[in-house]
């Protein structure tokens, strides 16, 4: 039987703090930078306490490669750090050497209703046109898992895409279930930080699908690991339509393409959709690609410089995401003792 609460209870205030992952799950791209790494150091800036994850428990949800997921890990940590993630500011690691997420995820297993579960789109899309039987189940829990990866650490803020948003509304449904199920006010009740014209970055083959590193056409992407010249050639091959831009934003509402490749010129340059628009207001493409090409070599080559300094030294990332699971722990592993505690579960000095 659920006990009821007591008393009526005045949430308290959580420190501010905000946690994000990616997936090592393949190279990185232009999207990943542009909606998660670019804002991250952004929020690391505003001095809010930031902790950033490489999710490698998640990655096995699907099969993958034992070494290839180790050199996935290291080249996702080394994008973090070029792109200016400062790893004595925030909190970098992966995921799977702090055990409080499996942990947690289990009780959050307990927590997560079925009906929930089986609302969740990405299950769906990642099964469509498969045997959904024969998926795993760690990618059908998924979304219990990474409600853990957040409230482990008491986050209040979540930077995600359009596309997370549905696991974060169950992660604030799961936080708020254990709560009243346990007459407590213990997990915060975590908000999304959606931002920014670029959140999220569609491919460059076509204008209605996700910038991703799984498609299997690497035309479709830019990835951090590519030279000059590949990033100059996938914009000049990029998929557009024959009219020149508009002067407005809302005329670009049912040209894909074209907005996708407005969007990321803003993101690149800090410049609103608007400014970018009266800059190139009537100019045809083969004007306008040159100069979205000039400007993602200038931003994404320094980072690219950087990851391949540092991935020539794999030992040193393993220390800096051992340092930073370190620190993870320490700030987890009480947070996890009290959930155990408020469960009823004995542990060894919890007298």
């Not at 950033?52 to 290839?68: F, G, N, S």
């Amino acid at each position: 039987m659920t006990p009821a609460p007591s008393a009526v209870q005045t949430p308290k205030p959580f420190k501010p703090r905000i946690f994000s992952g990616i997936q090592p799950s393949g190279g990185l791209t232009l999207g990943n930078y542009l909606g998660a790494l670019k804002r991250f150091v952004e929020k690391q800036d505003e001095g809010i306490e930031t902790i950033y994850c490489l999710v490698d428990m998640h990655a096995i949800t699907v099969w993958q490669d034992p070494e290839k997921l180790r050199q996935q890990t290291r080249e996702g940590a080394a994008a973090f750090i070029a792109a200016g993630i400062d790893p004595a500011r925030s909190i970098l690691f992966n995921q799977s050497q702090v055990s409080a997420h499996a942990e947690l995820g289990w009780i959050f297993n307990c927590v997560a209703r079925l009906g929930w579960m089986n609302r969740m789109t990405q299950f769906k899309d990642k099964t469509a046109g498969k045997n959904a039987e024969a998926a795993s189940l760690g990618l059908y829990a998924y979304p219990s898992l990474m409600a853990a990866d957040i409230l482990t650490y008491h986050a209040t803020m979540v930077p995600v895409g359009d596309d997370q948003k549905q696991h974060l509304e169950l992660c604030r449904d799961i936080a708020i279930k254990f709560n009243n199920d346990y007459g407590v006010d213990f997990f915060p009740v975590v908000e999304p930080l959606i931002e920014g014209a670029a959140t999220r970055v569609m491919s460059l083959r076509d204008g209605t699908k996700k910038m991703s590193k799984s498609d299997p056409s690497d035309q479709s992407r830019i990835n951090l690991t590519d030279s000059a010249d590949q990033i100059a050639a996938k914009i000049r091959k990029a998929k557009t339509d024959p009219e020149p831009l508009p002067d407005t934003a809302e005329a670009l509402k049912d040209r894909p393409e074209a907005k996708n490749l407005v969007n990321i010129y803003s993101a690149l340059s800090g410049q609103t959709v608007a400014a970018v628009l009266v800059e190139f207001a009537g100019a045809q493409f083969g004007t306008f690609k040159p100069r979205l090409a000039d400007l993602a070599v200038a931003k994404l080559g320094p980072i690219t410089d950087a990851m391949n300094r540092l991935m020539t030294d794999p030992a040193e990332i393993d220390r800096t995401l051992g340092k930073g699971a370190a620190r993870a722990e320490a700030l987890a592993r009480p947070i996890l003792n009290k959930t155990k505690d408020i469960v009823g579960m004995i542990r060894s000095g919890s007298e």
